[in-house]
């Protein structure tokens, strides 16, 4: 893997790419840091001599937007855990926790626990470090997010290992994602999120392209989960990862879409010609997802199984909706 390059830019990491596509968007972003395997820490383009020819005038720097994935350099604030993933298509989670070491979870995904696990309600992130009114403010922005005001922690309190273990609302995959290696966050649709290493931060993610919001299926507010540890999300049937590179675009039904790293753009686009709209029977419109970065999308979403249930039944799922 040593001739696979990474690029930091703008605080986001970019990657696995080889070394003429590193050398591409090198030129293009003069500013950025590189790191492949056998390097101890990340490197300055223009110090890399694989990537010669940069132009850099280090007077220039911008050091403000050191990208997070040089978290090398400072503490974790994320707890270290470990974790097994139990089932196939039915899964459920079980997480091990050292000493004083912690998650958070949504309300109601808890199974079962050692008896030394703590278990607490709190209101903000588990990582608010204000005061009251600012615990407040997380909570009530991880409310837009479409999650609940309050947060279950549950801490190790014994000197020895203890497990912990949750489930997800309905049937699917828990994907496990490491944010450190996905530059710091990731965007990933509402009540997406399973649990987390203490100390990652939910919020909301803004679409600010009008029509994305409208039509985009997710509406305006997404997720966005923030940090430097493990998170768990959860999907329904199989959940497939893809890997885009810079410039590189994929079509995807709006509701199959379970999250995608901030690098990549997200826009909508018509679901083919006018027949297709009408009577294809996918709607009017896609998402259209644009590299660099991971795409993961889900083969069974939530809504299709409810849609699908309320058929079996002989039940039109839009009038149990507008009686809610």
Not at 286 to 297: A, L, N, Y
Request: proline share 4%; charged share 20%.
């Amino acid at each position: 893997m040593s001739n696979f390059w990474y690029l930091g830019i703008n605080g986001n990491k970019i990657g696995p790419m080889e070394e003429a596509q590193a050398k591409a968007m090198a030129k293009e972003h003069p500013k950025a840091l590189a790191w492949r395997q056998g390097f101890e820490q990340w490197r300055p383009v223009h110090e890399v001599h694989e990537l010669a020819g940069i132009v850099y005038d280090p007077g220039q720097a911008d050091t403000s937007q050191v990208p997070l994935m040089s978290m090398e350099t400072r503490p974790a604030e994320a707890h270290d855990i470990e974790f097994r993933v139990f089932g196939h298509d039915l899964q459920f989670l079980e997480i091990f926790l050292d000493r004083s070491k912690g998650v958070i979870a949504q309300p109601g995904a808890f199974v079962y626990k050692d008896s030394a696990v703590k278990m607490e309600a709190i209101v903000g992130s588990g990582r608010s470090r204000g005061g009251f009114l600012s615990k407040i403010f997380a909570a009530s922005r991880r409310v837009i997010a479409g999650e609940r005001f309050f947060l279950t922690t549950f801490t190790n309190t014994s000197a020895n290992k203890s497990k912990i273990a949750f489930g997800p609302p309905y049937p699917g995959r828990i994907m496990p994602i490491n944010l450190k290696q996905s530059g710091g966050s990731i965007i990933c649709q509402r009540s997406a999120f399973l649990c987390a290493a203490r100390g990652i931060k939910i919020d909301f993610f803004f679409q600010r392209k009008l029509a994305v919001a409208i039509f985009g299926g997710e509406g305006f507010i997404m997720q966005k989960l923030i940090g430097d540890g493990l998170v768990f999300v959860h999907a329904g049937g199989m959940i497939k990862e893809f890997v885009l590179r810079p410039g590189e675009t994929m079509d995807v039904e709006t509701g199959s879409l379970v999250g995608f790293e901030t690098t990549v753009s997200f826009d909508i686009a018509f679901a083919g010609g006018l027949k297709a709209q009408m009577f294809a029977g996918e709607g009017f419109f896609i998402s259209r997802m644009t590299g660099p970065g991971r795409v993961w999308i889900q083969s069974m979403p939530f809504n299709h199984i409810v849609k699908e249930f309320f058929k079996v039944l002989g039940i039109d799922a839009r009038k149990i909706s507008r009686l809610r």
